[in-house]
């Protein structure tokens, strides 16, 4: 299989792992605090990369993972995780799914004004019309309009941030270590949304079925991701994240019963048409 063909298999597989984590955290959020689900991930996720680190002879905290471009980059994992597990409890995990798209376009915008980067007309139009997808999505000013949606779009904002601080993260650190980084800020949302909330309960059985399902299947999703971004070119593997749109459109309608109207449906086609548009204009920013 050419690398570009086996990065993009991996990379939907990643979509597709994410978008059913997603679906699990929200069916088990409905028992028990999502800040108990989200926890009880990260207890997991540590736990595997940390034991994938040690078998490889590394440290799981590496004296790199505490550099101060580290601690940004954390500081912006824990935003995002924050408000997009609170996104995913709260509103419709379609909804949710399609402004989490728009991360690209403001990775593109961050790029071209943090480390000035050449940005074409052509992308900067892309960027523009994708903003507009979104308000479309969130419809503020207009009767459907919830003020909850905004926690998609603060955690979108934080997965960017995440993304732009990781560009200049020390290469020395593995993707096993990067993932011990990755879920013990999981956790650190985890534990301050359970915090304000409250409310933590002994999960009955199938609920603890949820939540190990969602862990699994966000570790695999992590590991697929790691292997795409590894094997083909960025630019050619990048733009099937937005295949995780798809799937999580597909789980929405069939287990939660969402019926996205015209508008949210708009909206996304433009979110993902100029994400695209803006990835073709350039190599796509390395995420992790």
Known sequence: MAPNLRGAVFMVLSMAGFAVEDALIKAAARVVPVGEVILCMAVAGVAFFGAMALRAGQPPVPRAALSGTMALRSGFEVAGRLFYALAIALTPLTATSAILQASPLVVVLGAAVLFAEPVSRARWA?????????????????EGFSMLSLLAVAGMLGFSGRDLATRAAPPALSNAQLGVAGFAMLGIAGAIILAVSGGAALPDLRTAGLIAGAAVFGIAG?????????????SAVTPFRY??????MILGVLVFGERPDGLTLL????????????????RAPRRT
């Open 126 to 142: 892309a960027v523009v019309v994708g903003f507009i997808g979104v308000l479309i999505i969130l419809r503020p000013g207009v």
């Open 222 to 234: 992590y590991g697929a991701l790691t292997v795409a971004m590894r094997t083909g070119a960025v």
């Open 243 to 248: 295949t995780r749109l798809v799937f999580a």
């Open 267 to 282: 909206g996304s086609a433009l979110v993902v048409g100029c994400g695209l548009l803006a990835l073709a204009g350039g």
